[in-house]
Nanobody, 129 residues
Framework: QVHLVESGGGLVQAGGSLRLSCAAS????????MGWFRQAPGKEREFVAA????????YDADSVKGRFTISRVNAKNTVYLQMNSLKPEDTAVYYC??????????????????????WGQGTQVTVSS
């Protein structure tokens, strides 16, 4: 069983920054690709960023490219999402996810929510204009 806990959300003004963290427990963290997703009220969950299990490869959604950066420190069982130049449209609950099943190489990352097997409880990010 895997347990994921997000933290770091909050209220920030437009143009500001936040860093989200996702701490994992229960399995060998470095074996699994990770991702960040978000869901705004009345909208479907959408992909934000993904990172390979080694951290050597990452991929961002077009909507956050150049502003958000995903990273991981396997020794700390933690994945991060650095969010800069925040916009009101970034307001959402942010979730981290872990892909456990399937086969993949060290450089593979996944942008589809259905690929992931474990999810955190989410952390609220609110950006005021």
């Amino acid at each position: 069983q895997v347990h994921l806990v997000e933290s770091g959300g909050g209220l920030v003004q437009a143009g500001g920054s936040l860093r989200l963290s996702c701490a994992a427990s229960g399995r060998t963290f470095s074996s699994y690709p990770m991702g960040w997703f978000r869901q705004a009220p009345g909208k479907e969950r959408e992909f934000v960023a993904a990172i390979s299990r080694s951290g050597s490869s990452a991929y961002d959604a077009d909507s956050v490219k150049g502003r958000f950066t995903i990273s991981r420190v396997n020794a700390k069982n933690t994945v991060y999402l650095q969010m800069n130049s925040l916009k009101p449209e970034d307001t959402a609950v942010y979730y981290c996810a872990l892909k456990w099943g399937g086969s993949y190489s060290n450089g593979d990352y996944f942008a589809n929510a259905s690929e992931y097997d474990y999810w955190g409880q989410g952390t609220q990010v609110t950006v005021s204009s």
